[in-house]
Nanobody, 123 residues
Framework: AQLVESGGGMVQPGGSLSLSCVAS????????MSWVRQAPGKGPEWVSS????????FYEDSVKGRFTISRDNAKNTLYLQMNSLKPEDTALYYC?????????????????WGQGTQVTVSS
């Protein structure tokens, strides 16, 4: 099983980025999926999750109203649309197989993550 993230980059505060995560080696529609991020010098932080059918979504409080998680099971792809970005959103963003929202201990789930894509928000 493999997850490959893309779409990261550098953007000014208030800007937008759209992340993608392509899954291979397993059938995406069989799994809930999540986004996780890790800022420099900090532990990993759950960002958002979506159910396998895409009907339900969940967000960490600091990104509610700014980020949108979605999926296209036919394309085996997970997305994260990020608007109104803030400097504190700067991190390496990973997609993860499964729902890794709290109280899941993120450090135990790294084998289910991709390699990550860097998001930097700076003026």
């Amino acid at each position: 099983a493999q997850l490959v993230e893309s779409g990261g980059g550098m953007v000014q505060p208030g800007g937008s980025l759209s992340l993608s995560c392509v899954a291979s080696g397993f059938t995406l529609r069989d799994y809930d999926m999540s986004w996780v991020r890790q800022a420099p010098g900090k532990g990993p932080e759950w960002v958002s999750s979506i159910t396998s059918d895409g009907e339900s979504t969940f967000y960490e409080d600091s990104v509610k109203g700014r980020f949108t998680i979605s999926r296209d099971n036919a394309k085996n792809t997970l997305y994260l649309q990020m608007n109104s970005l803030k400097p504190e959103d700067t991190a390496l963003y990973y997609c993860s197989r499964g729902d890794v929202s709290p109280p899941v201990i993120l450090s135990t789930t790294r084998q289910y993550w991709g390699q990550g894509t860097q998001v930097t928000v700076s003026s």
